[in-house]
């Protein structure tokens, strides 16, 4: 008998330093998304530059030192923290001889082996091909591309059309694809309207527990690993709130800084569900070093969507790894979804937010208004009924628009 053991691929990670951003914090996500893919780091990179290079990203001398790295350390592969052209994919792999990748081919590698439902394998497929179109032009070499001009075009002109030709084609089927699911779901946010089904979003940068939280709140059953990017797909799951009322949790992708723009074009269907909710749940990991950075993110993010004026509660999770007595800001609320610590808070949190669709009430209804009742019973809830000498005494979740005329009934 032999094992059978999965060898990682050995990666060097390469960043150029322009100030931008901080160079450090971002080398290090892609780090944790290396792993999310299955390989390992075995050596970095930064070089520090007024400007990245046209021809090869970072300049010649630091590229042969990377070229020296790959052939000490015998790296399968080096993966750039920024967006390459296939002009500077080509150098690059000239130089070093190694296979080069960028950050935006690693998220789209890891959307890729992540997405389950048909949805989310055609929107990482999408975003694959917006990537690839514009970068077969220039790939002379791998396409055994000729001259231009009469007598001159070789099979490889040829055969670069032919393949922007199959691509363009392919992202119109996967784009007419997505409108149908994209028009499938603006039917069912239409009909949960319709009904008064209250909605909550769960966004919040990746890995901050988003899919934990809906897991310990409804038994959901969601993926929930501590990597990055664990969850794709959109789940929802319905609660009951304290005030009585129900709410309808949606699970969204979790985000990241410098997401890829093919990537949001993409899944926007998916993260629209957060410009249509009643309210959003801001997840922040309060245990990162970076949760402010990552805050900003999404919230710039979400503004980009559209979701001003829809209520924010601010949810700080893993506070179980936070020293107790640690200060939560104000209007914030701090949970840990792992321990399920916290969820009283939350679930207030929720209620308040909310607009105001229904009000618990205890009344007691005389015999004659007993299509009151059958009215509150059809549009509400009833907690309890007792026939009693003066009418119908009953703890209801009362409709809003039958709560000034229950209000003379009201014990």
């Known amino acids: 008998m032999t094992e059978n053991t999965q060898i990682k691929p050995k990666v060097i990670l390469v960043s150029v330093d322009t100030g931008d951003f901080d160079a450090e914090r971002s080398m290090a996500e892609l780090g944790e998304l290396c792993d999310t893919a299955g390989a390992e780091v075995v050596?970095?990179?930064?070089?520090?530059?007024?400007?990245?290079?046209?021809?090869?990203?970072?300049?010649?001398?630091?590229?042969?030192?990377?070229r020296e790295l790959c052939e000490s350390l015998?790296?399968?592969?080096?993966?750039?923290?920024?967006?390459?052209?296939?002009?500077?994919?080509?150098?690059?792999?000239?130089?070093?001889?190694?296979?080069?990748?960028?950050?935006?081919?690693?998220?789209?590698?890891?959307?890729?082996?992540r997405a389950v439902t048909k949805e989310g394998k055609l929107q990482v497929e999408l975003a694959q091909q917006k990537y690839r179109l514009p970068r077969l032009a220039g790939m002379g070499i791998n396409l055994s591309r000729l001259g231009g001009g009469i007598g001159t075009r070789g099979p490889g002109e040829t055969k670069l059309e032919t393949d922007k030709r199959h691509i363009r084609t392919r992202i119109e089927y996967l784009e007419d694809e997505l409108k149908e699911i994209?028009?499938?779901?603006?039917?069912?946010?239409?009909?949960?309207?319709?009904?008064?089904?209250?909605?909550?979003?769960?966004?919040?940068y990746t890995n901050v527990g988003k899919s934990t939280l809906l897991n310990a709140l409804t038994d959901a059953g969601v993926l929930a690993?501590?990597?990055?990017?664990?969850?794709?797909?959109?789940?929802?799951?319905?609660?009951?709130?304290?005030?009585?009322?129900?709410?309808?949790l949606i699970d969204t992708v979790g985000l990241i800084s410098r997401l890829p723009y093919h990537l949001v074009e993409a899944f926007k269907s998916t993260l629209e569900e957060a410009a249509n909710a009643d309210?959003?749940?801001?997840?922040?990991?309060?245990?990162?070093?970076?949760?402010?950075?990552e805050r900003k993110v999404t919230l710039e993010l979400l503004k980009d969507l559209g979701c001003e004026g829809i209520p924010v509660v601010t949810v700080l999770n893993k506070?179980?790894?936070?020293?107790?007595?640690?200060?939560?800001?104000?209007?914030?609320?701090?949970?840990?979804?792992?321990?399920k610590r916290g969820f009283d808070e939350l679930l207030a949190a929720i209620?308040?937010?909310?607009?105001?669709?229904?009000?618990?009430?205890?009344?007691?209804?005389?015999?004659?208004?007993?299509g009151l009742l059958a009215k509150i019973r059809e549009d509400g809830r009833i907690y309890s009924e007792e026939y009693i000498c003066e009418g119908i005494k009953v703890d209801a979740l009362v409709d809003i628009k039958l709560c000034q005329r229950a209000e003379k009934y009201k014990v």
């Open 225 to 248: 690993e501590n990597k990055l990017f664990a969850t794709l797909e959109t789940t929802s799951r319905s609660i009951l709130l304290p005030d009585g009322r129900s709410v309808m």
């Open 43 to 66: 050596g970095e990179v930064i070089q520090k530059r007024p400007s990245m290079d046209n021809a090869t990203c970072i300049g010649s001398g630091r590229l042969q030192e990377v």
């Open 351 to 370: 209620s308040s937010a909310l607009p105001e669709t229904a009000r618990r009430m205890k009344l007691i209804i005389p015999f004659e208004e007993a």
């Open 182 to 204: 994209a028009q499938r779901r603006q039917t069912m946010r239409k009909r949960r309207k319709k009904d008064g089904v209250l909605t909550a979003a769960i966004v919040g």
């Open 74 to 113: 015998e790296a399968d592969q080096v993966i750039f923290d920024c967006e390459l052209t296939a002009t500077q994919i080509r150098n690059i792999e000239e130089i070093v001889d190694t296979h080069t990748i960028d950050r935006t081919m690693l998220i789209l590698d890891i959307f890729a082996q």
């Open 279 to 293: 309210v959003i749940l801001h997840i922040t990991d309060a245990s990162s070093e970076y949760s402010e950075v």
């Open 319 to 339: 506070c179980d790894l936070l020293p107790d007595g640690f200060n939560v800001p104000s209007g914030a609320v701090a949970i840990s979804a792992k321990e």
